[in-house]
């Protein structure tokens, strides 16, 4: 898909945010500045939360009240190859939630978990090439 404007990728990420499920996982790839954020924050406001998303890049990992509760992790400070429950940043009740994972490449191999990949590329100053692949669905 290809959105020419931050309002049209904020506008589908409200419509995808909407269809997520407790326990999904969202990985969200693209490089500084693509529109990771916007995207979580539409998927936020799909979700019902109203509050204030931005991305956590020193705190790594924001957690938004909500039902279901919403996990946003920005990755980037991180060494590739982390477990994030190595370093302590996984909730024993992440399942019960949605979780967005800016910089997922910061992640082990192993990506366990994850239920969604969005990448997006960036085209120009104002339009993103966004794609969404969902693990484990019907070809
Ligand atoms: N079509 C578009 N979709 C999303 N963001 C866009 C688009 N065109 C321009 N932008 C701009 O790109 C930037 C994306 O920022 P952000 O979401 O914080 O990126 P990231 O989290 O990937 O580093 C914003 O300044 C936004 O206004
Ligand atoms: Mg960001």
Aim: hydrophobic share 30%.
């Amino acid at each position: 898909m290809t959105f020419n404007s931050e309002q049209e990728t904020y506008n589908w990420a409200v419509s995808f945010g909407q269809t997520l499920k407790p326990g999904d996982m969202v990985a969200l790839y693209g490089n500084l500045g693509a529109g990771k954020t916007v995207i979580s924050r539409g998927v936020c406001k799909g979700l019902g939360f109203d509050g204030n998303v931005c991305s956590p890049t020193y705190t790594l990992l924001h957690e938004y009240p909500n039902d279901p509760p919403i996990f946003h992790y920005d990755l980037y400070r991180l060494e590739p190859g982390t477990d994030i429950c190595e370093v302590g940043l996984e909730p024993d009740y992440l399942g019960k939630g949605i979780t967005l994972i800016e910089w997922p490449e910061r992640l082990e191999e192993n990506t366990a978990g994850i239920t969604h990949i969005i990448k997006i590329e960036i085209l120009s100053e104002t339009s993103r090439e966004v794609t969404l692949e969902k693990i484990g669905a019907e070809p």
